[in-house]
């Protein structure tokens, strides 16, 4: 027996759902491609409606979607959400300094909201079940799962590639038998929105090496011209407005950083992440404006909050990333938790210049009305105040540290007749 013969004979015997009305979240990539497939040949679906979310993936995924029906001889239905995911989605994630261990969670926040629209729609279309191309060992088939839920509760949720056990080279081989549309020059393929790209998730091995034309974005730093770029972004209420003066758009402002920062050998992530099922992955993210944004807006969160709200929001920051990461967008405490960090945002206003150079950034300007930075006061070049006025403050902040030392010295006292009665007695 052939291996794509014990594939079959796989899902054959697989007893599945048969849906009569059900909806696709169709990307026109591998697994939703053979998704398609396998709801006619295995499902026996009645009717199939793939719909495709445009979430800022570009034009080229879009017409990829579009064809790749079309081969399959259907329409998909299109969604554009590009202003929710940037104006809602990435805005939160720039205010609340978006940081998974390392990774600016966005494919995270991409399949909770493509979950919603997909499952508003499958519902409005009277779909009894949905289907999508998670694996079983990945993170997205929580993220789908869950959004599915909260938003067409009851449905079923079909999920082939984890529910028939198919590894990434079954799928492959599955493609090239059934002739299903679909091209993939990397292998785990890649994810790609506005804020990051990920590339060939669950699929790097320990010390893989890149290849140096995998990146859309970034030139690595051996390559990056040799002159340093500097530009300037006006952040207002935590969220950049303006790029070298101009305003525009988020999405078109993070697009137009993406280019300039990842020509500067700025936005590669290699890192060890820790997914929902505790298992760790290497992943490879390219994301030149996710780095360049978090960066400067940390340090106008330093210049502008207060020390309390700095390390009080440094808890909600990484709970909410956790939360986006996790799957949880749409529990009631993600609101809570943004309402904080909205708040907290009303005084980060500023503008910074900053010069990149072969991978590296260097703040070189900081202007801001609202920023907490007076050296008149702090610095020791100033005058300021009487500094002979924190002799007594000094004296009240120690205070704990006296009494500790009092407490120590008691304790050592109490020690000493029990030392002595042990001491053996001497010679007459």
Same mark, same amino acid.
């Given at each position: 027996?052939?291996?794509?013969?014990?594939?079959?004979?796989?899902?054959?015997?697989?007893?599945?759902?048969?849906?009569?009305?059900?909806?696709?979240?169709?990307? $026109? +990539?591998?697994?939703?491609?053979?998704?398609?497939?396998?709801?006619?040949? #295995?499902?026996?679906? @009645?009717?199939?409606?793939?719909?495709?979310?445009?979430?800022?993936?570009?034009?080229?995924?879009?017409?990829?979607?579009?064809?790749?029906? *079309?081969?399959?001889?259907?329409?998909?239905?299109?969604?554009?959400?590009?202003?929710?995911?940037?104006?809602?989605?990435?805005?939160?994630?720039?205010?609340?300094?978006?940081?998974?261990?390392?990774?600016?969670?966005?494919?995270?926040?991409?399949?909770?909201?493509?979950?919603?629209?997909? /499952?508003?729609?499958?519902?409005?279309? @009277?779909?009894?079940?949905?289907?999508?191309?998670?694996?079983?060992?990945?993170?997205?088939?929580?993220?789908?799962?869950?959004?599915?839920?909260?938003?067409?509760? +009851?449905?079923?949720?079909?999920?082939?590639?984890?529910?028939?056990?198919?590894?990434?080279?079954?799928?492959?081989?599955?493609?090239?038998?059934?002739?299903?549309?679909?091209?993939?020059? &990397?292998?785990?393929?890649?994810?790609?929105?506005?804020?990051?790209?990920?590339?060939?998730?669950?699929?790097?091995?320990?010390?893989?090496?890149?290849?140096?034309?995998?990146?859309?974005?970034?030139?690595?730093?051996?390559?990056?011209?040799?002159?340093?770029?500097?530009?300037?972004?006006?952040?207002?209420?935590?969220?950049?407005?303006?790029?070298?003066?101009?305003?525009?758009?988020?999405?078109?402002?993070?697009?137009?950083?993406?280019?300039?920062?990842?020509?500067?050998?700025? +936005? *590669?992530?290699?890192?060890?992440?820790? @997914?929902?099922?505790?298992? #760790?992955?290497?992943? &490879?993210?390219?994301?030149?404006?996710?780095?360049?944004?978090?960066? =400067?807006?940390?340090?106008?969160?330093?210049?502008?909050?207060?020390?309390?709200?700095?390390?009080?929001?440094?808890?909600?920051?990484?709970?909410?990333?956790?939360?986006?990461?996790? $799957?949880?967008?749409?529990?009631?405490?993600?609101?809570? =938790?943004?309402?904080?960090?909205?708040?907290?945002?009303?005084?980060?206003?500023?503008?910074?210049?900053?010069?990149?150079?072969?991978?590296?950034?260097?703040?070189? @300007?900081?202007?801001?009305?609202?920023?907490?930075?007076?050296?008149?006061?702090?610095?020791?070049?100033?005058? $300021?105040?009487?500094?002979?006025?924190?002799?007594?403050?000094?004296?009240?902040?120690? =205070?704990?540290?006296?009494?500790?030392?009092?407490?120590?010295? #008691?304790?050592?006292?109490?020690? #000493?007749?029990?030392? /002595?009665?042990?001491?053996?007695?001497?010679?007459?």
């Amino acid at each position: 027996m052939s291996k794509v013969e014990e594939v079959i004979g796989r899902i054959e015997s697989t007893p599945v759902y048969k849906p009569k009305k059900v909806a696709s979240a169709f990307s $026109g +990539g591998l697994d939703s491609c053979l998704g398609i497939e396998l709801l006619r040949r #295995k499902y026996k679906a @009645g009717e199939i409606i793939p719909i495709t979310i445009d979430i800022g993936q570009g034009d080229e995924e879009m017409e990829m979607a579009r064809t790749n029906a *079309r081969k399959m001889g259907l329409e998909p239905v299109f969604i554009d959400v590009r202003d929710e995911f940037s104006d809602e989605w990435v805005a939160m994630a720039i205010k609340a300094n978006s940081d998974y261990e390392g990774y600016p969670v966005s494919t995270s926040m991409t399949r909770q909201l493509v979950a919603k629209v997909v /499952a508003q729609k499958a519902k409005e279309l @009277g779909c009894d079940a949905l289907i999508e191309g998670s694996s079983g060992k990945g993170n997205d088939q929580y993220r789908l799962h869950n959004g599915f839920t909260v938003f067409a509760p +009851g449905m079923e949720i079909l999920v082939p590639v984890r529910d028939f056990d198919l590894t990434r080279g079954d799928e492959q081989l599955l493609c090239k038998e059934w002739n299903v549309p679909t091209v993939e020059t &990397i292998t785990g393929g890649d994810d790609k929105t506005l804020w990051c790209r990920s590339i060939a998730s669950g699929a790097i091995d320990l010390d893989q090496k890149l290849p140096d034309d995998i990146w859309m974005w970034l030139v690595v730093p051996e390559k990056a011209p040799d002159k340093a770029v500097t530009i300037e972004i006006e952040f207002q209420e935590g969220i950049p407005v303006k790029l070298d003066g101009k305003e525009m758009k988020l999405a078109d402002l993070i697009e137009k950083v993406n280019y300039v920062a990842g020509g500067c050998g700025i +936005g *590669r992530i290699d890192m060890f992440e820790d @997914g929902i099922m505790d298992l #760790k992955s290497r992943e &490879i993210y390219e994301a030149p404006a996710a780095r360049v944004l978090i960066f =400067l807006h940390k340090d106008l969160e330093q210049y502008t909050l207060m020390k309390n709200q700095i390390f009080f929001k440094r808890a909600i920051d990484a709970h909410w990333a956790y939360m986006m990461y996790h $799957g949880e967008a749409f529990l009631p405490l993600r609101y809570d =938790l943004e309402a904080y960090i909205r708040q907290s945002q009303k005084n980060c206003n500023g503008t910074y210049r900053l010069k990149m150079y072969k991978g590296s950034m260097e703040i070189v @300007g900081r202007r801001s009305d609202y920023g907490l930075f007076f050296p008149e006061i702090r610095s020791i070049k100033a005058t $300021g105040f009487d500094q002979r006025k924190c002799k007594d403050a000094a004296f009240i902040r120690g =205070l704990p540290f006296m009494t500790l030392a009092m407490r120590e010295k #008691k304790v050592a006292e109490a020690a #000493k007749p029990a030392k /002595a009665a042990r001491a053996p007695k001497g010679k007459k």
